[in-house]
């Protein structure tokens, strides 16, 4: 297992809600990415937090948004849900400071937007 | 053009076929190279770092080809268990960016 941790891991909201996804990285990494997954893609880049600021962002809209905490855990938030947004969300966390950066994921949070 | 791409399969082999995936990548000056595996409904993990001199875990070899801009995944004698999707990853330089394909599907037939 990679020690990352994910919650909750299953989430049910309706077109409109907002949600937050929590995510805590493993012992020793200060990194946390997040990734969207749609059914049959690869994971697509959400955003990255590093040092509690974002540092680094994909083609994502800004209703979606995160933060991260002095500890390295993260949270997403996704305001306005459409049903496009129904995915897999992985959390994926690294250590900086080494010049090949791997990242681990932890087990997702599937959400369903209805 | 996409950053990744990767031809999505399926590949279906036997037990004990040897079977290898391709992935063409489109930043030359990308610098990191992975292959991560993901079972069906589970996160990815993380298979093989691809570095320039190649390299070697047990039955699985990863090679990188920066003239024609793409990694391999060989896998000697399949087992059951390498059922899987296979994902490449590409790190372009100066960003935190990770480019993921779109997998190829791995079934290994007893």
């Known amino acids: 297992e990679t020690g990352v941790t994910q919650s909750p891991t299953h989430l049910i909201k309706t077109r409109g809600q907002q949600v937050t996804l929590r995510c805590s990285s493993q012992?020793?990494?200060?990194?946390v990415s997040w990734y969207q997954q749609a059914l049959g893609q690869g994971p697509q880049f959400i955003f990255q937090?590093?040092?509690?600021?974002?540092?680094g962002r994909g083609n994502f809209p800004p209703r979606f948004s995160g933060l991260q905490f002095p500890n390295y855990s993260s949270e997403l938030n996704v305001n306005a849900l459409e049903l496009d947004d129904s995915a897999l969300y992985l959390c994926?966390?690294?250590?900086?400071?080494?010049?090949?950066?791997?990242?681990?994921f932890g087990p997702g949070t599937r959400l369903t937007v209805t | 053009r996409k950053e990744v791409e990767q031809d999505p399969g399926p590949f279906n082999v036997p037990e004990g076929a040897t079977v290898a995936f391709n992935c063409t990548y489109s930043?030359?000056?990308?610098?990191?190279f992975f292959w991560y595996r993901q079972d069906c409904r589970k996160e990815p993990k993380l298979l093989m770092s691809?570095?320039?001199s190649g390299n070697e875990d047990g039955r699985f070899t990863a090679q990188l080809n920066r003239a024609s801009q793409y990694i391999s995944l060989l896998i000697r004698d399949s087992k059951l268990s390498d059922s899987a999707t296979y994902l490449c990853?590409?790190?372009?330089?100066?960003?935190?960016?990770?480019?993921f394909g779109t997998g190829t599907s791995l079934t290994v037939i007893p």
């Open positions: 990853v590409v790190n372009p330089p100066g960003g935190n960016q990770f480019y």
């Open positions: 937090y590093y040092r509690e600021e974002e540092n």
């Open positions: 012992s020793g990494h200060n990194t």
């Open positions: 930043n030359s000056a990308s610098q990191s």
């Open positions: 691809v570095y320039s």
């Open positions: 994926a966390s690294s250590s900086r400071g080494g010049r090949v950066v791997e990242q681990y």
